[in-house]
Protein backbone atom coordinates (compact mmCIF):
# COMPACT_ATOMS: atom_id res chain seq x y z
CA UNK A 1 0.00 0.00 0.00
CA UNK A 2 2.96 2.34 0.49
CA UNK A 3 4.59 3.94 -2.46
CA UNK A 4 7.64 1.96 -3.52
CA UNK A 5 10.20 2.80 -6.45
CA UNK A 6 8.20 0.39 -8.55
CA UNK A 7 4.85 0.86 -7.48
CA UNK A 8 2.32 0.01 -10.82
CA UNK A 9 -0.70 -0.95 -11.98
CA UNK A 10 -0.35 -4.36 -11.32
CA UNK A 11 -0.10 -3.60 -7.42
CA UNK A 12 -3.33 -1.48 -7.43
CA UNK A 13 -5.17 -4.44 -9.27
CA UNK A 14 -4.06 -6.72 -6.30
CA UNK A 15 -5.29 -3.95 -3.31
CA UNK A 16 -8.66 -3.69 -5.44
CA UNK A 17 -8.74 -7.50 -5.73
CA UNK A 18 -8.07 -8.24 -1.52
CA UNK A 19 -10.31 -5.75 -0.81
CA UNK A 20 -13.09 -8.22 0.77
CA UNK A 21 -10.46 -9.18 3.59
CA UNK A 22 -10.45 -5.38 4.95
CA UNK A 23 -14.11 -5.86 5.73
CA UNK A 24 -12.97 -8.74 8.29
CA UNK A 25 -10.32 -6.12 10.44
CA UNK A 26 -11.58 -4.83 13.32
CA UNK A 27 -10.82 -0.73 13.38
CA UNK A 28 -11.59 -0.36 16.53
CA UNK A 29 -8.90 -2.23 17.59
CA UNK A 30 -5.58 -0.58 18.35
CA UNK A 31 -3.25 -3.54 16.00
CA UNK A 32 -5.20 -1.92 13.00
CA UNK A 33 -3.28 2.03 13.67
CA UNK A 34 -0.97 0.96 10.62
CA UNK A 35 -3.33 -0.47 8.56
CA UNK A 36 -5.42 2.91 8.62
CA UNK A 37 -2.21 4.95 8.53
CA UNK A 38 -1.50 3.03 5.20
CA UNK A 39 -5.16 2.90 3.74
CA UNK A 40 -5.49 6.74 4.11
CA UNK A 41 -1.79 7.18 2.59
CA UNK A 42 -3.94 5.75 -0.76
CA UNK A 43 -6.07 8.72 -0.91
CA UNK A 44 -2.69 10.56 -1.34
CA UNK A 45 -1.29 8.43 -4.32
CA UNK A 46 -1.27 9.52 -7.94
CA UNK A 47 -1.10 6.31 -8.95
CA UNK A 48 -4.58 5.40 -6.99
CA UNK A 49 -6.19 8.35 -8.67
CA UNK A 50 -5.14 7.55 -12.29
CA UNK A 51 -6.59 4.20 -12.14
CA UNK A 52 -10.04 2.89 -12.32
CA UNK A 53 -9.45 0.52 -9.82
CA UNK A 54 -7.72 2.57 -7.27
CA UNK A 55 -10.70 5.30 -7.48
CA UNK A 56 -12.95 2.10 -6.85
CA UNK A 57 -10.47 1.38 -4.23
CA UNK A 58 -10.55 4.70 -2.69
CA UNK A 59 -14.87 4.44 -3.01
CA UNK A 60 -14.47 1.17 -1.15
CA UNK A 61 -12.54 2.61 1.95
CA UNK A 62 -15.68 5.08 2.80
CA UNK A 63 -17.47 1.50 3.84
CA UNK A 64 -15.08 0.07 6.11
CA UNK A 65 -15.83 1.58 9.27
CA UNK A 66 -18.20 4.71 10.36
CA UNK A 67 -15.45 6.66 12.31
CA UNK A 68 -12.81 5.73 9.41
CA UNK A 69 -14.89 7.94 7.22
CA UNK A 70 -14.06 11.10 9.43
CA UNK A 71 -10.29 10.37 8.91
CA UNK A 72 -10.81 9.46 4.87
CA UNK A 73 -12.64 12.89 4.47
CA UNK A 74 -9.88 14.93 6.32
CA UNK A 75 -6.80 13.39 4.69
CA UNK A 76 -8.72 14.32 1.22
CA UNK A 77 -9.91 17.51 2.53
CA UNK A 78 -6.19 18.44 3.52
CA UNK A 79 -4.49 17.74 0.38
CA UNK A 80 -7.44 19.72 -1.70
CA UNK A 81 -5.42 23.00 -1.74
CA UNK A 82 -2.11 21.18 -3.08
CA UNK A 83 -3.54 18.67 -5.28
CA UNK A 84 -3.52 19.16 -9.18
CA UNK A 85 -6.88 20.35 -10.62
CA UNK A 86 -7.01 16.96 -12.85
CA UNK A 87 -7.00 15.47 -9.14
CA UNK A 88 -9.93 17.53 -7.25
CA UNK A 89 -12.43 15.83 -10.27
CA UNK A 90 -11.06 12.37 -9.01
CA UNK A 91 -12.07 12.74 -5.41
CA UNK A 92 -15.03 14.47 -6.36
CA UNK A 93 -15.62 11.19 -8.45
CA UNK A 94 -14.55 8.82 -5.30
CA UNK A 95 -17.04 11.02 -2.63
CA UNK A 96 -20.04 10.27 -5.46
CA UNK A 97 -19.51 7.02 -5.62
CA UNK A 98 -18.93 6.35 -1.88
CA UNK A 99 -21.89 8.15 -1.34
CA UNK A 100 -24.55 5.81 -4.33
CA UNK A 101 -22.76 2.50 -3.13
CA UNK A 102 -23.46 3.70 0.63
CA UNK A 103 -26.33 2.72 3.55
CA UNK A 104 -26.93 3.35 6.78
CA UNK A 105 -24.08 4.58 8.87
CA UNK A 106 -21.82 4.64 6.51
CA UNK A 107 -24.31 7.06 4.31
CA UNK A 108 -25.44 9.33 7.13
CA UNK A 109 -21.23 9.92 7.92
CA UNK A 110 -20.83 10.53 4.39
CA UNK A 111 -23.65 12.99 4.60
CA UNK A 112 -23.73 14.72 7.43
CA UNK A 113 -19.58 14.73 8.13
CA UNK A 114 -18.34 14.73 4.67
CA UNK A 115 -20.46 16.37 1.73
CA UNK A 116 -22.17 18.60 4.10
CA UNK A 117 -18.45 19.62 5.45
CA UNK A 118 -17.20 20.14 2.15
CA UNK A 119 -20.51 22.65 0.82
CA UNK A 120 -19.79 24.56 4.08
CA UNK A 121 -16.40 25.11 3.62
CA UNK A 122 -16.78 25.90 -0.14
CA UNK A 123 -19.28 28.55 1.00
CA UNK A 124 -17.03 30.24 3.68
CA UNK A 125 -13.75 29.81 1.90
CA UNK A 126 -11.80 32.75 0.77
CA UNK A 127 -12.28 32.91 -2.91
CA UNK A 128 -8.92 35.18 -2.99
CA UNK A 129 -5.58 33.91 -4.25
CA UNK A 130 -4.42 31.18 -7.16
CA UNK A 131 -4.74 28.24 -5.23
CA UNK A 132 -7.73 29.38 -3.26
CA UNK A 133 -9.49 26.25 -1.54
CA UNK A 134 -13.20 27.68 -2.52
CA UNK A 135 -11.58 26.80 -5.89
CA UNK A 136 -10.62 23.67 -5.03
CA UNK A 137 -13.68 22.41 -3.49
CA UNK A 138 -15.75 24.25 -5.53
CA UNK A 139 -14.13 22.07 -8.51
CA UNK A 140 -14.80 18.95 -5.83
CA UNK A 141 -18.24 19.32 -5.25
CA UNK A 142 -19.48 20.03 -8.80
CA UNK A 143 -17.71 16.46 -9.78
CA UNK A 144 -19.74 15.04 -6.49
CA UNK A 145 -23.27 16.94 -7.86
Known amino acids: LHPHPRYQLGDIHRVWQMRQALLLLDFEDPSADSLKCMLLSCTLQPLHLRAEEGRKFLSFLF ?3 PKFVEDLHSTIKNQLPHCPKSFLEVYGEVYFRAWRLSSGPYLQQ ?3 RCLQD ?3 SAVHAPRQGLRSLFAALRKVCLSVC
Open 118 to 120: LMF
Open 63 to 65: GLH
Open 110 to 112: LEE
